[in-house]
């Protein structure tokens, strides 16, 4: 005969006298208060949930890529695979999240397009949080926050600091690439600028393609954490162009050719145009 199945606990007198442990830890029930539609539609709560998911995972990401990060900058390599082999892992659930709007029709997103009034995504701070820890790096987007004292002060202290991307630079110079020094001494405010001695460098890396080379583990995680990152991008612009066409954005934006001009700005470039010498 087959065990009855063992319940998790079986003592139903069991009470938690404040709140379930669970809840202590997951802040469930205060995450499930965060629901706040702004019209009648039902289809907003899904628009909403959806945005609140991928906020919380635009957090997680960064967060690994500064773990990574801080690895790099201390030299241990093989360390740092483990947090980009998360980021890269959280990176395709975020871009998994698109698939749960492709219900929305241009006339589903108008039933409450209008009521987000000047709300968008490119107001986003954490975004810009994630995209600095990968090297994109622009003050012009972090100007819309001004007014927001201490969402301005952390973008400005934030836009500061070197990327990821920096530290593998200087991890590639320490580890006998010569990379000039004003590639090494950048201005960390703005967009790193593609350099040949760093794509030559990443050419020597992948001249040896085995496990036991740490810079190409490396390499090949950055690859995988670029390409997901891409792909969020690509995956938003075809959300755009199926619920909003080429209509402006509720930033005020030009919309999808606005995102164009965004996407073309790439993440760890020499990690891609190197491979066209290999
Ligand atoms: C299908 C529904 C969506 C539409 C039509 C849409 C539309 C747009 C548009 C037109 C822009 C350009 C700025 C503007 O003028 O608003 C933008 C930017 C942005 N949106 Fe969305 N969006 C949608 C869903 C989302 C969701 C669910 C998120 C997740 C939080 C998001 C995050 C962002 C971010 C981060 C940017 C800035 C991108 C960059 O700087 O390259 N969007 N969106």
Redesign the pocket.
């Known amino acids: 005969m087959a065990a009855a199945p063992v319940a998790v606990q079986e003592d139903d007198q069991i009470q938690f006298a404040q709140s379930a442990p669970y809840d202590e830890y997951v802040h469930a029930s205060t995450l499930h208060t965060l629901q706040r539609t702004i019209s009648d539609d039902a289809g907003e709560m899904s628009?909403l949930v959806?945005?609140q998911i991928?906020?919380l995972y635009?957090g997680l990401i960064r967060f690994e890529l500064r773990e990574a990060q801080r690895l790099v900058r201390d030299d241990e390599v093989w360390g740092a695979l483990e947090p980009l082999r998360r980021a890269g892992l959280h990176l395709e659930g975020l871009n998994a999240?698109w698939r749960t709007?492709r219900w929305?029709s241009p006339a589903d997103?108008n039933r409450f397009?209008g009521q987000l009034g000047e709300a968008?995504?490119?107001q986003?701070a954490m975004?810009r949080h994630m995209?600095f820890a990968l090297g994109l790096k622009s003050e012009t987007?972090i100007r819309p926050f001004r007014r927001q004292r201490a969402v301005y002060a952390q973008l400005t202290r934030d836009i500061r600091e070197p990327s990821l991307w920096d530290e593998v630079v200087a991890l590639l110079a320490r580890r006998g690439n010569d990379i000039p020094a004003e590639v090494l001494e950048r201005d960390r405010t703005r967009d790193h600028e593609p350099d040949p001695a760093v794509e030559d460098a990443w050419v020597r890396v992948y001249a040896e393609p085995n496990p036991g080379n740490d810079l190409w583990l490396l390499a090949e995680a950055l690859t995988e954490v670029g390409e997901q990152f891409s792909d969020w991008?690509y995956l938003?612009l075809k959300?755009?162009l199926?619920?909003?066409g080429d209509k402006?954005?509720?930033?005020?934006?030009?919309?999808?050719s606005?995102?164009r001009r965004?996407?073309a700005r790439p993440v760890f470039p020499e990690l891609w145009s190197a491979r066209t010498h290999m």
Request: glycine share 10%; proline share 3%.
């Open positions: 628009f959806v945005s991928m906020e635009f999240s709007l929305m997103f397009r968008s995504g490119f986003s975004y995209e987007l991008r938003h959300a755009v199926r619920t909003l402006p954005g509720t930033a005020g934006s030009s919309g999808a606005w995102l965004s996407m």
